[in-house]
């Protein structure tokens, strides 16, 4: 499996050799199981427990409740790793950074949540926001949510609901156990088919204020990781994912220009200009957007380990980079199919499950060209032109 991973953060820097021997173990086994989560539309439960015994759903836990947090780029650079093997397993394997929203809950209902261990799996189905009766405790929870990708294998489930008046604007998320939502299994799509981006489904629950949350809130936990702007880290754990995806789109064609003899006679792909000048500006571009994106990663992180709040400027362009990393791996990846020729059409061709994978990130609402006006915007000492940008 040769992977080309450059201008990230160093591979898995906080990693014994033994943790790297077993992270490189999950990817084995993953490789050998894709096609499986595919067909079935989501990654099992099983594989995901996989994924906590690596560390990945303790990520983003606090460390006054056994979690490990990663700085962001160590985070983003194994779900990158994850997704060069799988993009739906990456995307699945991103949502270990969740846990960030979960800061804004009080500290006693987090004492709680994590009372049996840190390996918290969250997933949420937060959109469209449902209206919710209030009650003397909190909020009567009823309706259906889409997207709530990982569903299948979390510990906690949150749907959106409005904010009020206390909330700045912001909607809330109510959080239930998995035997409280019925999951509606309705994902039928071309990419990131595996990732079980079912609807959920709750009937009349009462959800106490103490398992809300506002979306974005101030954190109560008083950790370094709870600094770094919630809302773009959310953005960026899915932009890396569409970087995985590329990278191995980019590896295939290295791979097969140097081997392929199209049915016509015609010299190998390596042998054609316009194949290695093709690969050769896809390669730019890939590690150009990365470079950007991991570079600003660091530099805000710098800024919140010194003890300081990430400025305005530093979180439009980790919205900026996220969505230009997201928007060069697909057009990376459907450059790499251009090039590929007839063969590349099948259904069946390796590079058709890549170009749907790529797809789906770029078309992320935290990711779509209105983030681009936004973080303009902002250079120019303006307000964001879209809400939630921060």
Known sequence: MAQTFVNGPETMSSCTAAAQTAFEGVLAELADRREEFQAQRYVPRDFVERLKQLGIYRAATPARFGGEPLPPAEFLDRVERISYVDGS???????????????ALPLDTQAELYADGPDVVFAGGLFPVQPVKT???????????????????????????????????????????????????????????????????????EVTREWTFIRGGEPT?????????????????????????????????????????????????????????????????????RAYFYEVTEETWDTVLAGELAT??????????????ARTAAAVVEDVVGLSGTGAVASGHPLQSLRGDALVPKQHAFLGPGLIDAAGAVFMGLEPTVPGFK
């Open 89 to 103: 397993t990456g995307w699945v394997a991103s949502f270990g950074s969740a846990l960030v929203y979960l800061a």
């Open 221 to 289: 936990v008083d950790e370094p990781l709870y600094q770094y702007p919630t809302i773009a880290y959310a953005a960026q754990v899915l932009a890396v994912v569409g970087a995985g995806v590329a990278r191995s789109a980019l590896d295939h064609a290295r791979r097969v220009g140097a081997g392929h003899t199209g049915v016509t006679g015609a010299p190998k792909l390596a042998q054609r200009s316009y194949y290695r000048t093709g690969v050769a500006e896809a390669e730019a571009a890939l590690r150009s957007a």
């Open 135 to 205: 009650t003397e405790r909190g909020f009567l929870v009823d309706g259906r949510w889409k997207f709530a990708s990982g569903c299948m294998g979390a510990d906690v489930l949150g749907v959106g609901i409005p904010g009020d008046d206390s909330t700045a604007g912001k909607p809330r998320t109510a959080l239930l156990r998995p035997d409280q939502v019925e999951i509606v299994p309705d994902w039928d799509v071309v990419g990131m088919k595996g990732t079980g981006s079912f609807d959920l489904k709750v009937d009349r629950v």
């Open 312 to 325: 305005d400027e530093q979180n439009a362009h980790l919205r900026l980079a996220s969505t230009h990393l």
